[in-house]
Each structure stands twice: as C-alpha cells, then as structure tokens.
C-alpha cells in the first residue's frame, strides 16, 4: 500500500468513526485560521497539464458547496486576521486566497463565490493588467506540455539552438532551461510575447486563439475594478511577480504594485502574498517597513494565535486532492498527518 493511499483509507476511518466531527468542533480547532490557496480555474485542459496550479470548475465548486455544508465561516482576510490576533474567531473559520489575479478568476471563480456569498482576496500581480497578453512562464509551458511528444527545433528559442524530442523526461528540464534563459537574456514582455507567439507554431498550436479565450491572461484594470467593487479584497503580490534579494529593488516591487492597486481600485492594499512562496527572512522587515500587515506563503498548515504575521501557512488546494482529503484539512484531522 503506497502512503498516498494509506493516508485516504485512514482519513475515511477517521471520518467513519467520528474523528472529524470532533476536531472539527474542537477547542483547538476554533482557535486557527485555515487560509486556502488558488491560483486558477481551467477553461479547458490546463488542471491536467498542472494541477497544483489549475482546478476544474467542478471541482471547485464542489469545495465551495463542502465549505457551505459544512458550516464553516469563510471569513474576509482582514477580519480573520484580527480576530486571530485577538482570540475571538468564530468556530470553523476559513479564508479564500487567490493567486495572481488571472481572468479565470472573473470568468469563472468570482460567480460562484458570488452564488454561494463567500469573500475572498485576490493578491494581485499588477504588471500584466495593463499589458494583456498572455503571462510568458505558464504559456510556454503549457505549450511545450502540449506538445510533447513532437521534436522541436530550438534555434531561434534557446541560445545553443538544436533538436530535442520533447518526451515526458525531457519536458521539464526544457522548461527550466527555456524560464532561465528568457530571465539571463532579460527579454521584455513583448519579447517574450514573441517568443511564445514562435514556440506555439512550432507545436502546432494556435497562438491567436489562445489569446483570444484570454487563457493566461491576468484580469483587466476594469475586470479588478470591478471584482473590488463586489467586495473582492484586492492585495499585493508584487508588480512583476518576482521577490528579489536586493532592498530597493524589493521595495520598489510593493510600491509599484500598491500603486497600481491603488490606481485601479481607489483603496490601500496591506497583505501581502508572496510569489511562489518563495521569502526570506530579511524580507519581514522589509514589509513591515512598506506598510504591509501579513504575508502568506505557500507552507501548509493552519495560522494561529501569535504565529509570525509575515510567514503565514496557507493550504494550496489542488485539483489532486480527494473529497475526503479537502475535508479533512478543512477539519483539521490533516494536520496531524504525514504529509509525504
């Protein structure tokens, strides 16, 4: 028995034999904050090219009716982390954090939010609202996922040039060689536009429809416009989506970003997520000096009371968890369970 499926049979037992419903209405549950993490919703395959990354519709909405049925309290960000640092949340307590600012969300995540009343926080990477095409990292390796299984002629895309049969080992490393050579060569967005506009005809894609259906694009000022309107808190997650080491390039990412936010949404964003979840230490301080309250990561498990405001936990839910495991992080069984 692989541990993977280990961990189910003992979720369902826990489950079975009442254990969820006892975390769940708990002492020690009542006093943590799970933050869930999103980052898109699939218009079509891309939840089976990453699923770390991408839930299908269903799934979806299935959380969000779980979250309902549950009668767990999704709370707005702000609220939660106030009544966290004062001991006062109410049982069950959940926040919704989404990723990025993609236009899947607008499309297709903020209407079932909106059916079902639930808050949320986008924690939005402003540089691509204002330059709509699609974000240079995810397309190309969408693209290069779609096309495995060809050979692909690289002159032209990578420095070296040559052939590579694109094979499901050979797929990755590809994709992290292509990434580190469009961030050594510093192509701008449009150049990159052009380079994924090259890679997609090699592969036989169509590049024109994929900008069309707005795939991978981030929202529109007017669509975060609007989504803040509604009550969709609209947070920093950098200008660019990139965490450098050096201060002043750092700091210039939050204010470039707060600008923006600003600019579209006439409200001062706070939080704080950072990309990738990639931090340093040295960065708390930098954020408590920009003005910023918390910060999430992507480190799994549960905030609570008096945890280090800037390196919150948050659980990234993906399109490969079960039911039965959704719920039972939702109740806190997952917590005490090892997670490899």
Known sequence: ??????????????????????????????????????????????????????????????????????????????EALRRLSDTTLPPRSVVITIDDGSYNFHALAWPVLREFG??????????????????????ASWLIWRGRGRRLDTSGILPEGGEISLTDENVRPFVERLHRSVTERGLSAFEK???????????????????????FHLMT?????EVSKDGIAIELHTHRHRT??????????????RREIEAITGRRPSHFCY??????PEFFGWLRQSGVSSATTCEVG?????????RLPRLL????????????WLTGVCAALPRR
């Open 221 to 225: 000022g007017e669509e975060v416009a």
């Open 193 to 215: 536009d052009e380079l994924a506009r090259d890679l997609a005809g090699r592969l036989g894609q169509d590049y024109e429809e994929l900008s069309k259906r707005r795939i």
């Open 244 to 257: 450098p080491r050096d201060h002043g390039l750092f700091v210039n990412e939050i204010l470039d970003n």
């Open 275 to 280: 990309p990738c979840g990639d931090y340093a």
């Open 1 to 78: 028995m692989t541990l993977k499926s280990a961990k189910l049979a003992t979720l369902r037992s826990a489950r079975n034999f009442g254990i969820f419903s006892a975390v769940k209405a708990s002492r020690w549950r009542s006093r943590r904050l799970l933050i869930l993490c999103y980052h898109g919703i699939s218009f079509d395959d891309e939840h089976q090219w990453n699923p770390s990354l991408y839930l299908d519709p269903t799934t979806f909405r299935q959380r969000m009716q779980t979250l309902r049925d549950g009668q767990y309290n999704v709370l707005p960000l702000e």
């Open 317 to 328: 839910d993906m399109n490969s968890f079960s039911p039965v495991e959704f719920d039972g």
């Open 302 to 310: 549960f905030a609570w009371p008096g945890a280090e405001a800037m």
């Open 118 to 139: 639930f808050p949320a926080t986008v924690y939005l990477a402003s540089y691509y609202c204002r330059r709509q095409m699609p974000v240079f990292d995810v397309t």
